[in-house]
């Protein structure tokens, strides 16, 4: 049943916030359903608290107490520093994805503004050769594992309310991509109010709409419970989920190794394991799993302290070298925990400090501060990594799995994630015989693509199907 505005008015005094509908009187119907709708909407229960906590104090994410680099599962199984079964590991995660128990996840909620891409990031091209839409390039994966384990792979996708509709739209153009409608299933990413950060009141986008933003990575966990995602993969006998975000077209959106020593491996309770791969340098942007106080987490390269970031071992590596490349896999069951705290959805807050436009509620006149006004709460998926138990991380390599695509040009664009994309595939031929050209420092000097249906790794490519030699120059696609 649709809230009244007698219900909104008395929910919004409760909690001090009742400046939204300043300008209630003044609307046309329709604008003052759309109000009362939006601020219906939001959790305004929880508002005093995230006050308290967020906005007239700053939550200190510093890194606290002892800190050790993180444990984890080499790339080479039989590593010195850690030797385990890989065909163990890969067996069991076919027997997962042949029973049906694995689910995907992408979060997809960004726009391509920032490749200067009119559209939902996810329809943004992302294959080096074919240039097919990163869209495209994850749910290959998905087909690919399910012709070859007889099994259907649902397909979590969260939007945002910027691009929801947008990419509803290319879903249905391209024909769900090939997946089935009933296996691809969409939902919207949650919203939190955007505050004054003086004062703590939730700020006016405009007369007739309060100011929010995304709630962040972490919030794809809160959206997979409240949209009722998490039931429907429960009915489909789904146990794990396994975890990407959309800008990412190398990514192994299902990696049988990876599921299965998520599921059975002794040291991991197989509610969350996380993927990670060497720093390329003790600054590089990426965050860095760690044990703080023994627990396993990830800090921000920010908060990581120099001293820390700088230090080797013995041989010369850097110590803290476990990169976060955002893949994780997730139990379903842990993702229900997480939403069904007693305090309400178990992941904290990170503030922002941000320039917010808004419409004065005593004078009605917009604004557009020149310095930080408002603070934005956003939550992180890394964050349920200290509320699992046992997690577990596993190396994976730059070439092999990362070529994100962020940025319009210069590092992580789309010129450098074709590098890497070229780069896989030139190392998956030449270990089937292929010669490909390589220039005085070992780049290729072609541009390769290799999609998951033609082969999910080295080893399904056919040598008998391949060209003895790949020409300079040459732009080509399997």
């Not at 067996?91 to 689910?103: F, I, Q, S």
């Not at 789904?238 to 491996?265: E, M």
């Not at 760690?290 to 071992?313: N, T, V």
């Not at 780069?423 to 005085?440: D, K, M, Q, T, Y």
């Amino acid at each position: 049943m649709p809230a009244t505005i007698e219900d909104v008015r008395s929910r919004l005094e409760a909690v001090s916030q009742d400046h939204l509908l300043a300008f209630y009187d003044e609307l046309d119907p329709s604008a003052q359903d759309r109000l009362v709708a939006r601020v219906s909407a939001l959790d305004l229960e929880r508002v005093p608290r995230w006050v308290e906590q967020y906005v007239r104090s700053t939550p200190d994410f510093s890194p606290a107490g002892a800190i050790e680099p993180a444990p984890y599962y080499p790339r080479d199984p039989q590593s010195p520093k850690r030797a385990w079964d890989r065909g163990a590991a890969k067996a069991a995660g076919e027997e997962l994805l042949r029973a049906g128990a694995v689910a995907a996840f992408t979060v997809a909620g960004g726009q391509g503004s920032r490749l200067g891409f009119d559209g939902p990031k996810g329809c943004y091209p992302g294959g080096a050769v074919t240039q097919k839409p990163l869209f495209q390039c994850l749910a290959e994966w998905i087909l690919a594992a399910n012709q070859r384990y007889s099994c259907t792979i649902p397909w979590c996708v969260m939007t945002s309310p910027l691009n929801h509709d947008a990419t509803l739209g290319f879903f249905r153009e391209h024909n769900w991509l090939e997946l089935g409608e009933e296996n691809v299933i969409l939902f919207n990413q949650g919203v939190v109010p955007s505050f004054d950060r003086n004062t703590g009141k939730i700020l006016l986008a405009s007369k007739e709409e309060p100011a929010t933003n995304p709630d962040g990575h972490g919030g794809s966990l809160k959206a997979l419970h409240a949209s009722g995602a998490i039931d429907a993969l429960a009915d489909r006998g789904v146990k794990h989920i396994s975890y990407t975000q959309i800008d990412n077209p190398l990514v192994r959106v299902i990696d049988p190794v990876f599921l299965g020593l998520h599921a059975t491996a002794t040291d991991s309770s197989a509610e969350m394991s996380s993927k990670m791969l060497a720093k390329s340098e003790p600054g590089e942007k990426v965050g860095v799993f760690c044990l703080q106080d023994s627990k396993l987490g990830m800090i921000e390269y920010s908060d990581l302290p120099s001293e820390l970031a700088h230090k080797r071992d013995d041989a010369g590596d850097l110590r803290f070298n476990a990169g976060n490349p955002a893949i994780h896999i997730l139990g379903l069951d842990f993702v229900r925990r997480l939403n069904e705290s007693p305090e309400g959805f178990a992941l904290p807050f990170h503030r922002a400090d941000k320039k917010i436009p808004y419409v004065d509620p005593d004078t009605g006149q917009r604004i557009e501060p020149a310095e930080p006004n408002g603070v934005k709460l956003e939550t992180f998926v890394f964050d349920a990594l200290p509320l699992a138990d046992k997690p577990l991380v596993l190396e994976t390599d730059r070439a092999d799995e990362f070529a994100p695509i962020k940025n319009a040009s210069g590092n992580d664009s789309a010129a450098t994630s074709a590098l890497l994309q070229t780069e896989r595939a030139a190392r998956w031929l030449e270990a089937r015989g292929v010669s490909v050209p390589r220039s005085e420092d070992g780049s290729p000097e072609c541009v390769l693509e290799i999609s998951p249906l033609t082969a999910m790794d080295a080893e399904d490519l056919d040598p008998a199907s391949l060209p003895s030699a790949v020409r300079p120059g040459e732009e080509r696609a399997w």
